[in-house]
């Protein structure tokens, strides 16, 4: 049955009545984007659920979330802040969740004018190819000895240090072994118990007892997480006492300065938790996009030919890729555009608060505390925006004038308004660099007896939507190289 708000004295956009106590919340199953958008056909793009004791507005339109995210960005952008991130003080110094007022400013400042300007990311280029060869290597040896490639795991570990030396302009981790990989189960942990149906989340009172143990994974994966960050910046001090470092890079700056723009101090624990921001925000959603893209490839072998076939014509075999060429290659920019249409990775972009009530279209009203999400997932697959919305067709994205800097609300894979994603231009160099880098170096083929509709496509939830079996295929050096 369809509950309308309006009988209570709220204008709250409709829903399925609530079930006394959990509300809503069973609604919700393991794949949350995917149950909401089957209850946006039913009810309304602009829903309601209670879920325990919170009232949330889901979006499920690109009319609404334009309402949300252009028309009402100002009073809709402070986040709500998982009981997951309310650890080791993080939500209190974290871009992802503080309000977004002066501390929230001066840290997306240091983003937009030092972090990620065209110039910055030009300068280090060079140290980001070399990475980029490090992987194409590691893919060359596995295939000459007949292993399969773990496309997930490469790329993680391949973005990682792409972030690493963007930021540090050294390496974070060695590339692929043990450290590496530890660092994948610590953010992974993070944004699947911050993703995670938690109770304490929808019965305030339940927070301290912490039922699922969410609290206690997720504090030991941020200490973890922060002392492999008070490592890196102990070893840097260290070397600048000594005289041993004279690299004046991104780190360097930062702890030169140590002072926020409001005069504050950029203390340890204020760098820790910036960095933390950085890599948990920017790698697995970097390297989820690359697999994602591999799979689809593999599971298309028109798609992967063309998109071969445009790479070998514009750059060919004798020189290796670079990040200059991407806007050469429009073919391998709407592969990357479909991929993001069609596994946005992060699913429902991330949580908003209502900080005052905000009438909206329809004479719905968000009552302030109501939280927010969008779900740029099921934006991505509606059959009224989209033709063949669950087929992998590049071609849509040719010749649309659609990008994804958040101006055409029917692709928000970055989000949008004064919240969009900061790493945007990183994120952006980084996919299309690995992807081409692969796809020059290397044929790629399903391990032995798969067939491409064999391929097991199935998402595995978090903050982040990845792949739930990791992607194994089979690289064979191209022939001309
Ligand atoms: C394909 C890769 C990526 C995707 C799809 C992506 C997507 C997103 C989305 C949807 C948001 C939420 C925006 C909103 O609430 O309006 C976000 C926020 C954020 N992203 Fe990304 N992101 C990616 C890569 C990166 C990278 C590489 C970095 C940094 C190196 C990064 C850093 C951040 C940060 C710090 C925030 C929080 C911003 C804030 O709340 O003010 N992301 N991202």
Redesign the pocket.
Known sequence: TKRSWRSRGQRLPPGPTPLPVVGNLFELGDKPHRSIARLAKVYSPFMTLRLGQVNTVFVSSPQMAREI?QKNDAVL?S?WIPEAVRVLAFNEAS????P?YQR?RN??RI?KTEL?TTQRLDSYRSLRRQKVQELVQYISDSASKGLLVDVGRVAFST?LNL?SR??FSIDLVDLYGESSQEFKHVVEGILEEAGRTNLSDYFPLLAKLDPQGIRHRSTKYFKRLHEIFDENIERRLHSKRDGTTARNDFLDELLEHQVQGDGTKFDRHALKCFFS???V???D??SS?VEWAMAELLRNPRVMAKVREEIVRVIGFSREVEEADIGSLPYLQAVVKET?RLH???PL??P?LAEATVEVQHGYEIPKGTRLLIN?WAIGRDSSLWTEPEEFLPERFLNKEVDFKGRHFEF?????????????P??YR??HLMLASMLQRFEWRLPEGKEPRDLDMEEKFGVTLIMASPLKAMAVPTKCC
């Open positions: 995210l952008s986040r871009m992802v969740w503080l977004p929230w840290l997306r983003c990620f973005t972030i963007t930021v921001d950085i890599f925000a920017g790698s959603t970097t996009t993001l946005p990775p992060v972009m991330l908003r740029i928000i894979p970055f989000g949008s308004g004064r919240r969009i994603c900061p790493g945007l990183l994120a980084m996919v």
